[in-house]
Nanobody
């Protein structure tokens, strides 16, 4: 099992930027797929972005061109850089990890991820 700790959330004006961090520790050998998910009040948790073996990425349609996921193995950290933020990006953001192949990873299905962090809140003010 991998342990995940998110940070970097906060309140930002629409059009602004934030960078979220997820520090990974514990048993990470089999966790070759890392993802960011978000959940707004009253909505289902959705897959925002995933990164496979530290380099292959996939994004949800709502964030393409605005969000970027990256992995720094020297820091055991996965980043989510968010720009041109919109009020509809307001949510709790979670980091998650799983094993498997690229096809499975790219589906960004929360039920398939094994390890989860506690989340970090992002609020975008209009």
């Amino acid at each position: 099992q991998a342990d995940l700790v998110e940070s970097g959330g906060g309140t930002v004006q629409a059009g602004g930027s934030l960078r979220l961090s997820c520090v990974v520790s514990g048993n990470t050998v089999s966790r070759n797929c890392m993802g960011w998910f978000r959940q707004a009040p009253g909505k289902e948790r959705e897959g925002v972005a995933v990164i496979y073996v530290g380099r292959v990425t996939s994004y949800g349609e709502a964030v393409k061109g605005r969000f970027s996921i990256a992995q720094d193995d020297s820091q055991n950290t996965v980043f989510l850089t968010m720009s041109n933020l919109k009020p509809e990006d307001t949510a709790m953001y979670y980091c998650a990890a799983r094993g498997g192949n690229w096809e499975d990873c790219s589906r960004r299905r929360q039920a398939d991820f094994d390890d989860w962090g506690q989340g970090t809140q992002v609020t975008v003010a209009s």
